[in-house]
C-alpha cells in the first residue's frame, strides 16, 4: 500500500449511503476501483520522492495563484456533483501531488443531496454543484464563504442504445409515437434542462419514465428497455460503449452551469481556494473540456 | 375366529417399521387390539384407514380393495373409513354442530341434511346442547363425545377407534365407555386400546400385538381366561406359567412342577399353560406343607399396593396378601419368602401353536 | 397445560436484557420520531393532499393490493409445496423462493429486467406480441410480487408446518377429499399464519422501491409509487418528503398493528383447546 493510494479515496459519507439508492453503489464501487487505479499509476513516481522535496513536475506555481509559493497542508473535503467523478478525482490527484502534505477527501453524489448534507452539518471544505439551483440554496442559507464561480458548463444529447433501434437523428424524432424516451423528471437538474428545451423548441416529448438520477436513464437506456433518454454530454461520454450519443442543437437552449464555491466556516480556505483555482484554471479546463464539459 | 363372514380383511407388512399382520373383521363386530407400547397397533390402524402407506399386503372391505401391493391404492376420503383418535381433533374453527356435520357434508349432503344429520348424531351422544359452542369451550370428555359422533356421523363402513380414551381424566373415561358401548354395538369397529377394561366391556374379540406381529387372538373372555402369551397373561392379572402338561398339572421348561386342574382338552405329554390368580397365592415366610398344595421359593423382587392389598412380586409371579398379613410377613426387597397356591386355584390348559392362530 | 405461558412467569429477565432492549427499541423509533419533528406541520394537510401525492399514494394501494392477490395466488401453492410435499430439490427450492428477501431489491429489478425486459427471457417473445412490460404499472406490481412473495411463502409455510397434520388426516377419514381438506380445514386453521403473511407482503409491496425504479421506471400515475415519489419529492421539496414518509410509517403501523393483533388473538384461541 503505498502513502498515495490511501489519500484520495472519494468517500461517501454514512449519510449518503442512507440517503441514496442502491443503484448508485455501483457507481460507487466504479469510483473507487477507477480511484485505486489512478492512485496506483501516479504513485510510484510521487512515493519514490518522498513529501519532504519538491515535485518535479513543478505544477504549484502556476496553479497555486492565490497562495503561490506556500506549501499548503491539511485535508480539504470536497463535495461535488456525481456528474463530475472522473474529472475531480483525477484533478485531486494532480493537487496532491502539486501539494503533497495536502489530501483531499471526495464525496461525490446528486447535487441536491449534498446541499441537503451541507445543510445538516457536513464538514464540506468546498462545494462543487451541477447547476446554480442548488448552489443559490446554500448562498441563500448563508453556507458559502465566498460567491460561487462557474468552471464548466454542460448540454444535454441524445443516448440511445447501440445501433440505435429506434432510428432517432434528432430532437423531433423523440416525439414520434411509439418511441420509448426515458427522461429525468422535473425536479432533477437534466430533467429541468430536457423541460427547458422542450420549451423553447416547442416539441414535446411523452416519456415512458421520469428518472430520479441520469444514472437511472442510462440504465434505461443501455439495457435497452429505452428507444432514448436524454442526458448531458458527459454522462453518455462516461457511458462509453454502452450507449451511443446524438447531439443535437436545440440542447444549446438549455446550457447548465456548474458553479464551485467554498463552504462557509471551512477551516481551510486557503487551500479550498487553491483547489478552486485548479479548477477554474488551465489544468482544470483541460480536464474538463477532456471530458465533455463546455466552458463556463 | 370370526363370528361370522369376514367383511373387512387384511394382511399387509409395514417393513421399515417391523410391522406384519393379518386380521379379519366379521359384520357387526368389534375387534379390540391391545399390546404394549411400540407394538405397531396405531402403525395398524394408520394403514387400514390410508394415512400410512404399507411395503405390501392387501385389504378389502366389503368386497372393496382398499389396497393391492403396488397395484391398488384407495386414499382415505374413499375408503369409508373412520378413525377417532386419542385426541379429539375437533376443528376449532367449526362450530360442534358443524365439525359433526363435516362427514355429511363432505360426502356431498346439503348444509341443511349435514346439519341434520349432525343433530342426529349429536343427540346419540347427548351432547346437543354444545352444538353451537366451538370445541375451545368444551371440556376434554365432552369434545370426545362429539369427536365419537362426528366420526358416526360419516356412516363409515368401518370405524377404527385409537385409544380413544387414553388422554382423558379417569373419572370421565367410564361414562365414554358406557357410550362407545352403546353406539358401538351392532357396528363393525377396530378399537386399540391398552386397557383391558376397554376389551372386556366393547370388544367381541381380542387381538394381542406384540413386535408388530399378532400373537394371540380370540373371544375376548377366552383370551382373558385362558391367556396364551404373557401380556395377555398380564393383562388379565394372571400369573402364567408355560410348560409340558402332565397329569398332576404342568412342567416348565426349567423343571418346575406345579399341580393344576386340567382342561378338559390338556393332553398330557402337549405344551401346555399354567393360570393361577396372585391372590389365591399365599405367602410365608417358611415353607409349609400339607394336602394339594404347590410351594415355590420365591425372591421378592418388587412390593407394590393393590387395591386394598400388597402385590408381591417374584420374578414373573406375583401374590397379592391383605395389608394385616404384609404386616406378620414384613416383607422386603431380596427376602426369600413361601408362595403356596392350592392346586385347586390353578388351571392347565393347552398351548396353541403359531399355526392354530 | 398449554395455557402455562400465558401468566406472568417468576422467572425474571437479567436488566442487562432490558438496557440493550431498550437500546434496541429506541434505535428503531428515535428516527422516526426526528422524522416526525421535521414535519412541516400547517402544511402537512395540503402536501400529502397534493394531486402527485395523491396519484402515488393510490398507485402505490392499488398495486400492492393486485400484488397481495398475486402473492396470495402463487405463495398459497408455493408454501402448500414446500410443507407438505415431498419431492426432490425441496430444500433448494425452499432456499432460492427466499432469494428475494435476503437479495438488494436494485438485484431483483435487475433480474426481472432480464427476464420480462424488452430483450429479456420471456420480455423478448412478449415484445414479438407487441406487449412491452417495462415502463407498465404491470411492471410495478410485478417487482413487488417478486420482493413480497417470500413474506406470504415464509408465514404460510411456518403456520402449515406447526399446524400439523393431524386436522388434515382426521378430516380425510371422515371423507374429505384433497381439495375439500384444503379449503374446509387446511387454510381455516393456518388462517391467521395466512392473513399476517398477506399483510407483511402487502407491507412489502407498498413500500417497494429499489426493484420497481430499475424495473419500471417512475412515471406519476403509471410507475411512480409513493416511495418514488418521496424520493424524487426530496430533490426539491424536502416538506412533501417528509410528509409523505409519515404518511407511509401510518400506513405501516396500521398494516403491522392489524397483523400482530390478529396473529395475537389467533394464537390465544387455539390455545384454548381442551383442558378440562
Known sequence: MSPHSARIRPRRLSRAFLHRRPTHLAGLTCGLLLCTVLAGCGSPGVGTTGTGSAPATGASPRTGSASAGADLSGTLTVFAAASLKSTFTDLATKFESDHPSSRIRLSFAGSSDLVTQISEGAPADVFASADNANMSKLETASLLAAASANFASNVLTIAVPPGNPAGIGSFKDLGRSGVKVVVCAPQVPCGAAAAKVEQATGSTVKPVSEESSVTDVLGKVSSGEADAGLVYVTDARGAGSKVTAIDFPEAAKAVNTYPIATVAGSPHKELAAAFIALVTGPVGQKVLLAAGFGKP | MTTGPAVFSIDAAVADRGISVSLELADAETVAVLGPNGAGKSTLLGVIAGLLRPSSGHAELDGRVLFDAGTRWVPPHQRKIALLAQEPLLFPHLTVLDNVAFGPRSAGASRADARRAARHWLGEVEALEFAQRRPGQLSGGQAQRIAIARALAAEPDLLLLDEPMAALDVTVAPMLRKLLKRVLAGRRALIVTHDVVDALVLADRLVVLDAGRIVEEGPTRLVLERPQSAFAAGLAGLNQITGTVTEQGLVSADGMSISGVLDDAAVPGEPGVAVFRPAAVSVFPEPVHGSPRNVFAATITDLEPHGDQLRIRAGALAADVTLSAAADLDPAHGAVVYFVIKAAAVVVYPAKTGEAL | ?276
Not at chain 3, 405463495?75 to 427466499?98: C, D, E, K, T, Y
Not at chain 3, 378430516?171 to 403473511?197: H, Q
Not at chain 3, 398477506?198 to 406519476?220: D, I, N, P, Q, Y
Open chain 3, 1 to 276: 397445560m398449554r395455557g402455562a405461558g400465558r401468566g406472568h412467569g417468576t422467572i425474571t429477565i437479567p436488566l442487562w436484557i432490558w438496557v440493550f432492549a431498550a437500546a434496541g427499541g429506541f434505535f428503531i423509533l428515535l428516527p422516526l420520531a426526528a422524522m416526525v419533528t421535521r414535519v412541516n406541520w400547517p402544511q402537512f394537510v395540503p402536501l400529502v393532499t397534493s394531486v402527485p401525492s395523491l396519484t402515488a399514494l393510490g398507485l402505490s394501494l392499488r398495486t400492492s393490493a393486485v400484488s397481495t392477490v398475486l402473492c396470495l395466488v402463487l405463495g398459497v401453492p408455493l408454501a402448500m409445496v414446500l410443507a407438505r410435499g415431498q419431492f426432490p430439490g425441496q430444500r433448494l427450492l425452499r432456499s432460492l423462493v427466499l432469494l428475494p428477501l435476503v437479495l438488494p431489491p436494485v438485484v431483483g429489478g435487475i433480474a426481472l429486467l432480464y427476464t420480462f425486459g424488452r430483450r429479456g427471457l420471456l420480455g423478448s417473445s412478449l415484445s414479438v406480441l407487441g406487449i412491452q412490460i417495462t415502463f407498465s404499472t404491470t411492471a410495478v406490481v410485478l417487482a413487488q410480487t417478486f420482493v413480497a412473495l417470500p413474506f406470504l411463502v415464509l408465514s404460510l409455510e411456518g403456520s402449515l408446518r406447526s399446524a400439523g397434520t393431524r386436522y388434515e388426516a382426521a378430516a380425510a377419514t371422515l371423507g374429505a377429499g384433497p381439495g375439500t381438506v384444503l379449503r374446509r380445514v387446511t387454510l381455516p386453521l393456518v388462517l391467521p399464519g395466512l392473513a399476517s403473511g398477506a399483510v407483511l407482503a402487502f407491507a412489502r409491496s407498498l413500500g417497494e422501491f429499489g426493484a420497481t425504479l430499475t424495473f419500471a421506471g417512475s412515471l406519476e400515475g403509471v410507475t411512480r409509487t409513493l416511495p418514488l415519489e418521496i424520493y424524487l419529492q426530496r430533490e426539491t421539496d424536502p416538506d412533501t418528503a417528509v410528509a409523505l414518509s409519515l404518511v407511509l410509517v401510518l400506513i405501516a403501523v396500521v398494516i403491522v398493528g392489524l397483523t400482530f393483533r390478529r396473529t395475537t388473538s389467533g394464537l390465544l384461541k387455539s390455545g384454548r383447546t381442551r383442558d378440562a
